[in-house]
T-cell receptor
Framework: ETGVTQSPTHLIKTRGQQVTLRCSSQ?????VSWYQQALGQGPQFIFQ???????GRGNFPPRFSGLQFPNYSSELNVNALELDDSALYLC???????????FGSGTQLSVL | AQTVTQSQPEMSVQEAETVTLSCTYD???????LFWYKQPPSRQMILVIR??????QNATENRFSVNFQKAAKSFSLKISDSQLGDTAMYFC????????????FGKGTRLSVIA
């Protein structure tokens, strides 16, 4: 059984660019949640995908968007990057709820 | 909105000693879950322990136990026989409605276990 894997582990972009982060969910899990963790803060919920549909969204602008694929892997896309988007982006998979989340090791995004 | 507060930004403990991390939360719900997550330098969030609000008995997982005070909206984590591998950030988290809403995290407590 494989755990949650995220790629890339680190990424450097410049302001205004676009970025795509990827997440492979744990085997058997149909739900993926994305969180943003700024330096010195706890993770903040971005959105969740359940069976390829967005199933909840936090207080993030529309330039944060996502996809979930038939194999339940997921992408997080961020357009028009801003300096404040610099953070650790965590993906978590689960079986249909927020109760039992399994997290990946995150993607560290730096926006210069 | 639900909030989770961890009032101790940093703590340290001697190896083999006991340490307690504090967490308070605010909600008007009666049914919810509370969690403690550990985030070591590898950055992966690892579930340490979870508590269901309707259960009066405090959860225990090996060296980790909680003191859940529902009326006071307090949820502290006790680590007994601290080990060097316990060094990490610890986050308290909350989800209402039996796990059907996103986790809300506190800002974390950095725990250092000293040899």
């Amino acid at each position: 059984e494989t755990g949650v894997t995220q790629s890339p582990t680190h990424l450097i972009k410049t302001r205004g660019q676009q970025v795509t982060l990827r997440c492979s969910s744990q085997s058997g899990h149909n739900t993926v949640s994305w969180y943003q963790q700024a330096l010195g803060q706890g993770p903040q919920f971005i959105f969740q995908y359940y069976r390829e549909e967005e199933n909840g969204r936090g207080n993030f602008p529309p330039r944060f968007s996502g996809l979930q694929f038939p194999n339940y892997s997921s992408e997080l896309n961020v357009n028009a990057l801003e300096l404040d988007d610099s953070a650790l982006y965590l993906c978590a998979s689960s079986l249909g709820s927020y109760e039992k989340l399994f997290f990946g090791s995150g993607t560290q995004l730096s926006v210069l | 909105a639900q909030t989770v507060t961890q009032s101790q930004p940093e703590m340290s403990v001697q190896e083999a000693e006991t340490v307690t991390l504090s967490c308070t939360y605010d909600t008007s719900e009666s049914n919810y879950y509370l969690f403690w997550y550990k985030q070591p330098p590898s950055r992966q969030m690892i579930l340490v322990i979870r508590q269901e609000a309707y259960k009066q008995q405090n959860a225990t997982e090996n060296r980790f136990s909680v003191n859940f005070q529902k009326a006071a909206k307090s949820f502290s984590l006790k680590i007994s026989d601290s080990q060097l591998g316990d060094t990490a950030m610890y986050f308290c988290a909350f989800t209402q409605n039996s796990g059907n809403t996103p986790l809300v995290f506190g800002k974390g407590t950095r725990l250092s276990v000293i040899a």
